[in-house]
């Protein structure tokens, strides 16, 4: 793993924070970011909730590796580039945020990051991809139905994460 994923993931979870399992989130029982349904899938478990809420960093460090971190090439993209795709992976899929940052270097939009996308992020701004990126899921959480309940923690997270990724250039 390298050095900006240890930055990255301490971020990360002061984002996802502890345990929760609230009625109107479609993840259900979640803990550190982690879903119940994640967690089981990925270590072949069907945990229970006392085992949800003991979940430490080490036990979901090589989820958000192998999940979210690889797939989309975080460690292929500059500083803070890195960061936005990352933390937008986790929070709504590897293919939305991938999908995202070819929408904001001009590449093809097919979910899936390879040597185009990222000749197209080396051409492209750093900055002017994390902003694009701040804006498009600004866009996007607010057209969720569940924005009511959930969007001022949203948007926030997008406004730390927007200033973090641009301040690690």
Same mark, same amino acid.
Not at 70 to 79: D, I, R, S, T, V
């Given at each position: 793993?390298?050095?900006?994923?240890?930055?990255?993931?301490?971020?990360?979870?002061?984002?996802?924070?502890?345990?929760?399992?609230?009625?109107?989130?479609?993840?259900?029982?979640?803990?550190?970011?982690?879903?119940?349904?994640?967690?089981?899938?990925?270590?072949?478990?069907? +945990?229970?909730?006392?085992?949800?809420?003991?979940?430490?960093?080490?036990?979901?460090?090589?989820? #958000?590796?192998?999940? #979210?971190?690889?797939?989309?090439?975080?460690?292929?993209?500059?500083?803070?580039?890195?960061?936005? %795709?990352?933390?937008?992976?986790?929070?709504?899929?590897?293919?939305?945020?991938?999908?995202?940052?070819?929408?904001?270097?001009?590449? #093809?939009?097919?979910?899936?990051?390879?040597?185009?996308?990222?000749?197209? %992020?080396?051409?492209?701004?750093?900055?002017? +991809? +994390?902003?694009?990126?701040?804006?498009?899921?600004?866009?996007?959480?607010?057209?969720?139905?569940?924005?009511?309940?959930?969007?001022?923690?949203?948007?926030?997270?997008?406004?730390?994460?927007?200033?973090?990724?641009?301040?690690?250039?």
């Amino acid at each position: 793993m390298n050095q900006n994923f240890d930055k990255c993931m301490s971020w990360l979870l002061k984002h996802e924070g502890g345990f929760v399992n609230h009625p109107r989130d479609p993840g259900g029982m979640t803990n550190l970011g982690v879903t119940k349904t994640t967690y089981d899938s990925f270590y072949g478990t069907d +945990i229970d909730e006392e085992g949800m809420q003991r979940l430490t960093r080490a036990d979901v460090e090589p989820i #958000y590796w192998k999940n #979210y971190w690889l797939p989309n090439k975080c460690q292929e993209l500059p500083h803070g580039v890195d960061w936005m %795709v990352f933390d937008w992976s986790v929070n709504s899929g590897p293919s939305r945020a991938a999908k995202a940052l070819q929408r904001a270097v001009g590449a #093809y939009e097919d979910g899936a990051i390879g040597p185009k996308t990222l000749e197209a %992020v080396k051409a492209s701004n750093r900055v002017d +991809i +994390i902003e694009q990126m701040a804006n498009d899921r600004e866009a996007f959480y607010r057209s969720l139905s569940t924005f009511d309940t959930f969007g001022r923690g949203w948007l926030r997270r997008n406004d730390e994460t927007t200033e973090q990724a641009i301040a690690m250039g």
